[in-house]
């Protein structure tokens, strides 16, 4: 049973939350001030994680953030601040702080942010034991579940070859790998850029029985019409002008290994039928060559384009498209799996961080809620360069949101928050004005109440920080007669 530290000058407050957290099986320790909690906090080393308010007198919860620290470093301390003051969130999680809840705070909030930070306290004092918590576990807990998961809590992470994912549309991408890394076959593999197709291709090469044989990668749109030929066939001496001496192809170079046609869509049809013969015939003719090369190589193939849409507008050779279509994989978008970015946060995080030598916790919540809400249309690519930038950047213990420039991801998160038609917990904290300009209405409809409730709240919220507090200038600033504005206060349990 956790022991927690509970620290506010509220009692009315404080001992609410005492009431949940024992509800939740938590031992709690409260206070009324920093001072008695430092008391405690020397008198009692199982305290496991410190939940204090900001705004305290005598002592504010910084302060006692940073005497935390140097009592003991590896503690968690989340704090709570009265307004979703970016500046003073950052600048806690600056000083060390694990989390931060904003009020009004709603209670599996609490119970997320208290689960993050326990994770990170267990793996940071302890290597092993029963207490220790695997990478996987942190992953679950930093999205608010845990590894016995409920319905629609993404399942146990599952890890292939360089992929890793957790979502159920990937784990059957995994499977088919799996099933078929042996087969001799042809595979054709599908899906937007950036959504690591060419990892695809690597793990079935690597799977199967072919994983100590060559693996060629071949850029279909990236090497010139007229140098594809010979760095696909090679050429012999004397071929053409320049050719002084033979040139092995790729093909060759891939004998009894796998070859991988990425961008398979941008090959020139004068091409399609040199390669339908390689297909068919497991035969080749080098440029200027009078005898036919034999060759076994499984070709795996990749594209971003509807190949079928190809052949049917005439720029894609039907035979060939049967051909190398014998086993399809299609891998879905990001969006279409968004339990999948925790997952990839934390993997892209830890890589970057080891590459880079940083020492990072983690990802703070707020900005997990900004990438969880982004629409990702470059998909996986995306967010990894998103991720090594953050990285790079970012000088505290703990991934921020200042380090993910919040400002090139507003108005696609803001989108993205609405098709989900008012839906989430992490609506509220992230959700501003969108441009309408640019908004479309989702094909399964939208919660148009609920979506504008929290755009109401929101503007409140933002309204009262302007105004310092103040409830009357809120008001004016949104050109509303006081009561009706305590109205939309008690509407939305604003304190």
């Known amino acids: ?61 910084i302060e006692l953030l940073r005497h935390v620290k140097a009592l003991r470093p590896e503690l968690p301390v989340v704090l709570i601040t009265a307004f979703a003051s970016m500046d003073t969130a950052i600048s806690a999680m600056k000083e060390g702080a694990w989390d931060y809840l904003t009020k009004p705070f709603r209670l599996d909030e609490v119970r997320r942010v208290l689960q993050n930070a326990l994770s990170s ?38 890890r292939l070859d360089a992929m890793v994912a957790c979502s159920p549309a990937m784990l059957k991408v995994f499977q088919l790998i799996k099933r078929v890394a042996s087969s001799p076959s042809s595979v054709l593999i599908t899906g937007e850029s950036g959504t690591g197709k060419e990892l695809v291709a690597r793990a079935l090469h690597n799977l199967g029985n072919r994983a100590s044989q060559p693996f060629v990668v071949v850029n279909c749109g990236g090497i010139p019409e007229n140098l594809l030929e010979t760095e696909l066939f090679g050429h012999v001496k004397g071929a053409f002008t320049g050719a002084d001496r033979e040139k092995v192809g790729l093909f060759a170079l891939a004998d009894t290994g796998t070859l991988f046609l990425d961008e398979i869509g941008e090959l020139p049809m004068s091409l399609q039928v040199k390669l339908l013969r390689v297909v068919q015939q497991k035969t080749f003719m080098p440029v200027g060559g009078t005898r036919e090369q034999r060759v076994d190589v499984r070709i795996v193939a ?41 997952v990839l946060v934390q993997y892209f995080l830890d890589k970057f961080a080891r590459e880079q030598g940083k020492s990072l916790q983690g990802i703070s919540s707020f900005a997990m809620q900004i990438l969880q809400g982004y629409s990702f249309p470059g998909n996986v690519r995306e967010l990894e360069n998103i991720v090594e930038r953050s ?42 004005i969108p441009s309408f300009e640019a908004f479309e209405i989702p094909r399964e409809g939208m919660e148009l109440d609920g979506f504008l409730a929290r755009i109401e709240k929101t503007l409140i919220l933002k309204a009262l920080q302007a105004a310092h507090g103040s409830k009357t200038e809120a008001a004016r600033l949104l050109k509303i007669n006081f009561r009706s504005f305590r109205y939309r206060l008690d509407k939305y349990g604003i304190e």
């Open 391 to 432: 990285v790079a950047l970012e000088t505290s213990g703990i991934l921020l949101p200042e380090s993910l420039s919040i400002s090139r991801f507003k108005e696609k998160t803001e989108t993205s928050l609405a098709q989900q038609g008012g839906k989430g917990e992490s609506s509220e904290e992230i959700c501003v």
């Open 302 to 342: 990749a594209t971003n384009r509807d190949l079928e849409q190809e052949v049917m507008a005439k720029r894609f050779r039907e035979d060939l498209f049967y051909r190398l279509n014998v086993i399809h994989i299609h891998i879905p978008p990001l969006r279409e799996r968004p339990e999948d970015i925790p």
């Open 1 to 61: 049973m956790a022991l927690i530290l509970l620290v506010d000058d509220d009692r009315s407050l404080r001992e609410f939350l005492e009431i949940f957290l024992k509800k939740e099986g938590y031992s709690v320790l409260s206070a009324a001030n920093a001072a008695e909690a430092l008391n405690l906090l020397k008198a009692h080393e199982g305290i496991r994680v410190v939940i204090s308010d900001i705004r305290m007198p005598d002592m504010s919860g």
């Open 121 to 158: 306290g267990v793996s940071s004092a302890t290597t092993a034991g029963p207490d220790a918590v695997s990478v996987s576990d942190r992953i679950l807990h930093a999205r608010g579940q845990t590894a016995e998961a409920s319905p629609g809590v993404c399942p146990p992470i599952h």
